[in-house]
C-alpha cells in the first residue's frame, strides 16, 4: 500500500464520518420537529381578540375580521418550528402576518415548549421595532377628552396604517369614547434626525407602554425600545419633566371625563385622583414669575430670592371670578404660553408653590393642557395631613417654617392684573357643582350617561 493509499484512505473515512454525523443531526431536527408539532396537535391559529374587555350592556365585544386567510397561515404559521428564522424571510410578511407569527411563536409555546423560542422570539420581535424606528408616520388614538393620546390600562395605542387606526376609534365610539386618529411624523417635517420625536414626547407623558395594531394581531413594547429617554446633560436637575404626573392626570382626567356609569366607578375615579394628587405633592414645577430685586438661580434650578425682592406672578380667572396660580409640569407646557410673554420661569417645589397661593384660590396644573385645577382647600388640607404623619414618624422634630413668608404676602394678584388669562368658558351649572365640591376640578362640561359593564 502506498502512502498516497494511505492518507488519501484516512481522509475518505473522515469525510463518510462527517457526512454521517450530519446525516444523524438533520434526521434528530427532522424528528424533534415533528415531534413538537404532534405536541401542538389539534390547536388551531390565532385569531384577532377583542380591541377592549370592556362592553356595552346588551352589546358583544368588537371583534375585527381577520387580516391573515387560513391559507396564508397554513403558509406562515409553520415558521415557528424553525431552528432559527431567516431574516430574508422576514421582508415579505406584511406587518398583520409578522405579528401573526409573533402572536403564534408565544401562544404555542404557552402549550408546549418550542427548542427554537427565544432566538425566534428575539428576531421577530427586533423586526417589529425595526419596523416601527423605521415608520416615517404612526397614527396615534387621541382622547377628545384629554386632547392626549388614549391611554387604556397604562398603554397607548399606534397603528402604522391609518385606515386600521379609523376603525378602532369608531369601535371604541360604540363605548362612548370619542377618540381621533392623529397624524404622528417619527420626526417633525425640516427636523433633522437628530431632533426629538414622537417617542420622545411620549416621555414628557410618561407613556412608556405601547400597543400596536390593536383590534388585529397586536404587540407590546416599552417607549424606551425605539429611543432612549432625552438626555439634558447638566440640565436635568434644573428641568423638571414630571413624566409619572402626566401620566397619572391623563389617566384621572379620561376617566372622570367618560360619559358612562359602571359598578364602584365612583372609588376607581377616586383612585385615580388620589394617585394623581400624590404625585402631584411630590413634584417640582416651572412657575412664571416676574421680580423686582435681587435673584440668584440655584444649581438644582430654583431662584433664592432676599427680603427686598418683590414677585409678581400670572393668574387665570374663572367664570366665578375665581383665582388660579398656573404652574408647569415641564417647558414643553410652559412653552405654550409663558416661554412668550416675558415671564421667567423658577423652579419650585409643590411645598414651596402652597406659600403663593394665600391670596389665590388654588393651582391650575398645566393650563394650556390637562388643566388640572387644584382648590387651596383642599391643598392645604393635604399638606397639614401630610406634616402630621411627618411630624408623627419624627417625634420631637419641628416642621421647617418659610424663610419668605414677607416676600410672598406681597405677590399678589394686583401686582399683574394686566396679565390675567381667561378660563375656558364653563356653564352655570358646571361652576355651581364646582362650589359644592372639594375635589380635584376640570374643565370638562357636562355629559350624558350611559351603562358600561366590565366583561368578567
Known sequence: ???????????????????????????????????????????????????????????????????????????????????????????????????????????YNSKGKLKGFSENHRILYNELLNRVRDAKMIYCLYDDATKFPFIENGFAYIYLEKEIAQQVAAAYGKQYRKLTVKDCPAVPEGAESTDRGFFDYLYYLGIERIIIDNG??????????????????????????????????????????????????????????????????????IVPIQHEGPAEMMSDGRIKFNKDTKLRFPVMKTNNGKLFLPIFTDGIEFSKKFGREGFEGAVFRFSDILRFVQDKDGLAINPMGENIMLPKDK????????RMMAES????????????????????????????????????????????????????????????????
Open 393 to 456: 414618624k419624627n417625634a420631637g422634630k419641628t416642621v421647617n417654617e418659610a424663610n419668605a413668608q414677607d416676600i410672598i404676602k406681597r405677590a399678589s394678584a394686583e401686582d399683574v392684573a394686566d396679565k390675567i388669562i381667561q378660563m375656558p368658558k364653563r356653564t352655570h351649572d358646571a361652576d355651581e357643582a364646582s362650589e359644592k365640591t372639594n375635589s380635584t376640578q376640570t374643565s370638562d362640561s357636562s355629559v350624558e350617561a350611559a351603562d358600561i359593564t366590565p366583561e368578567n
Open 1 to 107: 500500500m502506498g502512502l498516497f493509499d494511505l492518507f488519501g484512505g484516512n481522509k475518505k473515512k473522515e469525510e463518510e464520518a462527517a457526512a454521517l454525523a450530519e446525516k444523524r443531526k438533520e434526521e434528530e431536527a427532522i424528528k424533534e420537529k415533528e415531534d413538537q408539532i404532534a405536541a401542538h396537535e389539534g390547536l388551531e391559529w390565532p385569531h384577532p381578540v377583542p380591541i377592549s374587555r370592556i362592553r356595552t350592556q346588551g352589546e358583544e365585544p368588537d371583534v375585527f375580521e381577520d387580516p391573515v386567510s387560513q391559507e396564508r397561515k397554513d403558509e406562515i404559521g409553520p415558521l415557528i418550528y424553525e431552528e432559527k428564522i431567516g431574516l430574508d424571510t422576514l421582508k415579505f410578511l406584511t406587518l398583520p402576518e409578522l405579528l401573526f407569527v409573533l402572536t403564534t411563536l408565544e401562544y
Open 216 to 285: 388585529r394581531y397586536r404587540a407590546r413594547f416599552s417607549r424606551s425600545e425605539i429611543v432612549a429617554p432625552p438626555d439634558f446633560g447638566q440640565d436635568q436637575k434644573k428641568a423638571p419633566m414630571n413624566p409619572q404626573l402626566r401620566l397619572a392626570m391623563l389617566d384621572f382626567l379620561s376617566e372622570a371625563r367618560w360619559p358612562v356609569k359602571y359598578e364602584k366607578r365612583a372609588q376607581v375615579v377616586q383612585t385615580k385622583e388620589a394617585r394623581m394628587v400624590a404625585l402631584a405633592r411630590a413634584g417640582r414645577y
Open 379 to 386: 391643598m392645604m388640607a393635604l399638606e397639614a395631613a401630610s
